[in-house]
């Protein structure tokens, strides 16, 4: 398929573009004494938070508690806010309202290296590869061992 000279140079200003507006977000504060929690409960304290001022809320006075060591589904209509929810607690932005916490400790206290430790975050696509469970657990780690394997499946929940 032919292109033109001038839809090439149009697509790279356009990237190039994005690329600025993207350079150009501030990175969020990071705590300068973090705190490990010592269990692992999330909790959503009366969070609000909108995309851009001037939107209307994606979450608006949201409380909800995730127990440790339970399973969560988040589940409702498109634009409900489960993505936002989701992104909130991986702190890809602050609630301008609210506390988000893990184990009663504000995840804005939490190093990004802590907080991505103390999150995993299942996609609703779930894939397997074409082969054996053990297989399909060793992507992650290919070297691990078969007991490595066995102790680690249950933690996710495999049985």
Do not use: C
């Not at 690329?19 to 959503?44: G, H, K, N, T």
Request: proline residues 6%; glycine residues 6%.
């Amino acid at each position: 398929m032919f292109i033109s000279y001038t839809s090439v140079v149009e697509l790279i200003a356009s990237a190039l573009q994005r690329i600025e507006q993207f350079m150009a977000i501030a990175p969020l504060p990071v705590a300068e004494q973090s705190e490990m929690p010592e269990r692992y409960d999330i909790r959503f304290d009366n969070v609000s938070y909108r995309y851009e001022e001037g939107d209307g809320y994606a979450l608006n006075h949201v409380s909800l508690t995730f127990p440790a060591a339970s399973m969560s589904a988040l589940v409702g209509a498109s634009g409900a806010g489960k993505t936002t929810v989701t992104k909130l607690l991986m702190r890809y932005a602050d609630p301008q309202q609210g506390q988000i916490s893990i184990g009663g400790v504000d995840i804005r206290r939490l190093t990004p290296e802590q907080l991505n430790s103390l999150i995993s975050v299942v996609f609703q696509d779930v894939w397997l590869f074409d082969d054996t469970l053990l297989a399909n657990i060793r992507i992650a780690r290919p070297q691990a061992t078969r007991q490595e394997v066995e102790e680690a499946a249950p933690r996710g929940a495999v049985p």
